[in-house]
C-alpha cells in the first residue's frame, strides 16, 4: 500500500461548481497536512496547511482533516478557470522532516 | 519580494556531461531540498540541506551532487553517471528542516537530453 493515494483525475467542471478533491494515507504518524497548487510549467504554491482534524477555511477553499479515517480533502468554492492546476496533496510527522506527496489530481474548470 | 529563484528555466544536456542547476532564496530559511517531478510519478526527494556545509541523501541521489556553502544557495549538479536526467527539477526550501515546516518552492528547471 502507498503511503499516499491521490486521483489523477483528470477533473473537469464547469464554473461555478464545487470542487472535491481527496487524499488517503497509510501513516498514521503524518501529522502535518498540505495542499498545494501547481500550474503548468510552474512550481508548486502552497495553498493550506493545517495539523489538527477538522476544517480549516481560507477564502473560497477549505482543508478537511479526519485523522481517524487517514482521509483529508480540499474542497473549492465557486471554481474559477484561474483555479485550472494540478492540485497536490503533502503531509509530513514525528521526527522526520520529509514530505510525502499525492501523485496530483489535474483539474479543469471550464468557463 | 522574497522567494526561491531557479535558473536557468530550460536545460539541455549532451551525452557525458555533467550540469549544474541554480537555486537562490532570500527567505533566511535553513533548510532547503531538491526534488525531481516526471509525469505520474509525483515528485521524488533527491537531496536536502538542513543548514549550511551539510546535507543528506534524499530517495534517488545516485547520479547527483550538491553543495551548500552558503545559506541562500543549494546548487544541484547532475552529473553523467545520472541516466535517465530528462525531468522537471524543483527546489524547496523550509524556516527549518522539520516536520511541522511547510516547504516553499522555486519554478523549477526543465533538464532534456540532446
Known amino acids: 500500500q502507498k503511503e499516499v493515494e491521490q486521483d489523477p483525475g483528470p477533473l473537469s467542471v464547469p464554473e461555478g461548481a464545487i470542487v472535491s478533491l481527496n487524499c488517503t494515507y497509510s501513516?498514521?504518524?503524518?501529522?502535518?497536512f498540505m495542499w498545494y497548487r501547481q500550474y503548468s510549467r510552474k512550481g508548486p504554491e502552497l495553498l493550506m496547511y493545517?495539523?489538527?482534524?477538522g476544517n480549516k477555511e481560507d477564502g473560497r477553499f477549505t482543508a478537511q482533516v479526519d485523522k481517524s479515517s487517514k482521509y483529508i480533502s480540499l474542497f473549492i468554492r465557486d471554481s474559477q478557470p484561474s483555479d485550472s492546476a494540478t492540485y497536490l496533496c503533502?503531509?509530513?510527522?514525528?521526527?522526520?522532516?520529509?514530505?510525502?506527496f499525492g501523485k496530483g489530481t489535474l483539474l479543469t474548470v471550464n468557463p | 519580494d522574497g522567494g526561491i529563484t531557479q535558473s536557468p528555466k530550460y536545460l539541455f544536456r549532451k551525452e557525458g556531461q555533467n550540469v549544474t542547476l541554480s537555486c537562490e532564496q532570500n527567505l533566511n530559511h535553513d533548510a532547503m531540498y531538491w526534488y525531481r517531478q516526471d509525469p505520474g510519478q509525483g515528485l521524488r526527494l533527491i537531496y536536502y540541506?538542513?543548514?549550511?556545509?551539510?546535507?543528506q541523501k534524499g530517495d534517488i541521489a545516485e547520479g547527483y551532487s550538491v553543495s551548500r556553502e552558503k545559506k541562500e544557495s543549494f546548487p544541484l549538479t547532475v552529473t553523467s553517471a545520472q541516466k535517465n536526467p530528462t525531468a522537471f527539477y524543483l527546489c524547496?526550501?523550509?524556516?527549518?528542516?522539520?516536520?511541522?515546516?511547510?516547504?516553499?518552492f522555486g519554478d523549477g528547471t526543465r533538464l532534456s537530453i540532446l
Open positions: 493545517t495539523y489538527s482534524s
Open positions: 540541506s538542513q543548514i549550511v556545509n551539510d546535507f
Open positions: 524547496a526550501s523550509s524556516i527549518e528542516g522539520m516536520s511541522n515546516q511547510p516547504q516553499h
Open positions: 503533502a503531509m509530513s510527522g514525528g521526527s522526520n522532516y520529509k514530505l510525502t
Open positions: 501513516n498514521s504518524a503524518f501529522q502535518y
